[in-house]
């Protein structure tokens, strides 16, 4: 089994559809949780940190559930500038390390 | 976050030589990675940049392949020795920076083709 778990999609929305994501970790010892964006042929940046409160950021939403070892991605209202791989990061417990999932590719469409 | 810049940006090299990736960052900052993206795939650690100590290296790859440098809080290189084709990847250098969270903030990469 894979440490972090994401559907690759790809997902084809259409333009203010909302899409959500999920991602499931098998350390259940990670400390913390992130979703990055990566554009083709760019550098991963990071979209947002997850709490276990979740958060939300303007059309974005994460949540996280310990004790399911899940994570979410919740878009609403998808812009054609949304279409990226979303990736799903995992921080464990030694010294910051980073477990990437797959990544999920999303294409929003006019 | 920390401006990171490395270089090259991308090169072309033949079976067997060595290249060596720089990565620079605008501030210091305590932690250094180096990570490989490998065609269609997501991204995989290769080692901690240790300042003044040497890296520590994940599973599945060593000093010897993937010789790193830190001499200071803002600076780190990476060589990729003896390449082959199988070595065409896109390598990261990544900072967690000093302001206390985790947050981890990845430079441009350097996109490598091994002929």
């Known amino acids: 089994r894979k440490e972090v778990e994401q559907d690759p999609g790809p997902f084809n929305v259409p333009e203010g559809a909302t899409v959500a994501f999920n991602c499931t970790y098998s350390n259940s010892a990670s400390q913390s949780f992130f979703w990055y964006r990566q554009d083709c042929r760019k550098e991963p940046k990071l979209l947002m940190s997850?709490?276990?409160s979740g958060n939300e950021d303007g059309r974005f939403t994460a949540q996280l559930n310990r004790a399911s070892q899940y994570i979410s991605l919740l878009i609403r209202d998808s812009k054609l500038s949304d279409s990226a791989t979303y990736l799903c990061?995992?921080?464990?417990?030694?010294?910051?390390?980073?477990?990437f999932g797959g990544g999920t590719r999303l294409m929003v469409k006019p | 976050s920390a401006v990171i810049s490395q270089k090259p940006s991308r090169d072309i090299c033949q079976r067997g030589t060595s290249l060596t990736i720089q990565c620079q960052v605008d501030?210091?900052?305590?932690?250094m990675f180096w990570y490989r993206q490998q065609p269609g795939q997501s991204l995989t650690l290769i080692a901690t940049a240790n300042q003044g100590s040497e890296a520590t290296y994940e599973s599945g790859f060593v000093i010897d392949k993937f010789p790193i440098s830190r001499p200071n809080l803002t600076f780190s290189t990476l060589t990729v020795s003896n390449m082959s084709p199988e070595d065409s990847s896109i390598y990261l250098c990544?900072?967690?920076?000093?302001?206390?969270?985790?947050?981890?903030?990845f430079g441009p990469g350097t996109r490598l083709t091994v002929l």
């Open positions: 990061v995992v921080n464990g417990n030694a010294g910051n390390m980073l477990t």
């Open positions: 990544s900072v967690v920076a000093t302001s206390g969270g985790d947050e981890q903030f």
């Open positions: 501030s210091q900052v305590t932690m």
């Open positions: 997850v709490y276990s």
